[in-house]
């Protein structure tokens, strides 16, 4: 059973004392280090026993679960063995939606999955045969069918490495026995201090989420911190059963993420509530299917919250995003 573990409480004054020629490479390197050697670790173990034929990863939205799943099958693909990558995400197919009393739509349940597919495809990936996976267009966000040339085979004695929201629910991998299998936890565990807290781990994927919303998924941040209380409320149905099935806690959090994050994350926020106020932000993406017809669940609320984000983010330092190494977890959310 997993616990969470290694967490990193980090003060902006630390922050600040990492700066300069000298300190903050050697800062970066040691914060991603740390995290490579966890990969190292859990890779390890895979190769030493020939009988893993897969690692089910799981984790709360914006913990990296893909960087780390892509990371992890490097590794192992290094070590002789082959493995292949099978991302959930690309099996969303929603067809009916639940609301919550402000008319959020629950696009985190894994309802809104193609579980049948997905067990299929399993199934069929360590019977040895070969699986077209379909593709989920974030964009436009529809489901589209897999080109023949992606399709994918794990072989006889490979590893398939499936990551998503649901990775570990008993409906993705409990058809695999316990002994061929792996399961990996993986979120952000850490705390920013500045005289108080600045920032928890829940506002760490927040940040992260609101990064990466604005630049690959076409939603601003007020959009992202409206749909918050939706995901928070749908991590508390399956966190504690997620993590304590698990075989490993991976933490993702860098120490040093503050610095590229938060500068990012107040510019999208400042943005958002520049076209707020003058009455010309686009309503939330993530409404669109919501009954309710409503551009925004809470707005007022919403506004409320990146008021008190941008007063904790304003006192981070900032350093330029090409610092982030090529294949850091960070790019997962800051990448072009």
């Known amino acids: 059973m997993a616990e969470l573990r290694d967490k990193i409480d980090i003060t902006v004054e630390e922050l600040e004392e990492s700066l300069g020629a000298v300190r903050l490479p050697r800062f970066i390197r040691d914060s991603e280090d740390s995290f490579v050697a966890r990969i190292d670790a859990i890779c390890d173990e895979i190769i030493s026993d020939p009988n893993k034929r897969a690692v089910f990863v799981s984790g709360p939205t914006s913990s990296g679960k893909t960087t780390f799943t892509l990371r992890l099958s490097k590794k192992i693909n290094e070590r002789g063995r082959k493995a292949i990558h099978l991302s959930l995400d690309d099996y969303y197919n929603i067809k009916e939606l639940k609301c919550d009393k402000d008319g959020r739509p ?10 049948d597919r997905i067990q299929r495809d399993i199934k069929d990936l360590l019977d040895g045969k070969t699986v077209v996976p379909p593709f989920f267009d974030f964009n436009i966000r529809q489901q589209m069918e897999g080109d023949p040339e992606n399709a994918v085979y794990v072989g006889d004695d490979g590893v398939l490495v499936v990551e998503g929201l649901h990775g570990l629910s008993p409906r993705i991998s409990g058809e695999c026995p316990a002994d061929k299998c792996s399961k990996v936890f993986i979120m952000p565990y850490g705390n920013v201090y500045c005289d108080s807290k600045l920032m928890d781990s829940n506002e760490i994927r927040l940040l992260r989420r609101i990064v990466r919303d604005y630049r690959h998924r076409s939603a601003h941040a007020l959009s992202t911190i409206d749909y918050w209380p939706m995901i928070q409320k749908s991590e508390e149905k399956y966190y504690e059963e997620y993590l304590t ?37 686009e309503p939330s993406v993530f409404m669109e299917k919501s009954p309710s017809g409503k551009s925004f669940a809470d707005l007022s609320s919403a506004l409320v919250k990146a008021n008190k984000l941008l007063g904790h983010l304003g006192k981070i330092p900032v350093i330029s995003p090409e610092q982030v190494p090529a294949e850091s977890i960070l790019n997962e959310f800051i990448g072009a």
């Open 106 to 115: 629950d696009f985190e349940t894994i309802d809104a999955l193609d579980v």
């Open 245 to 281: 099935s698990a075989d490993y806690h991976v933490n993702s959090f860098l120490a040093y993420e503050s610095l590229i994050i938060a500068p990012m994350a107040m510019g999208d926020i400042k943005e958002a509530m520049e076209k707020a106020l003058k009455g010309s932000i």
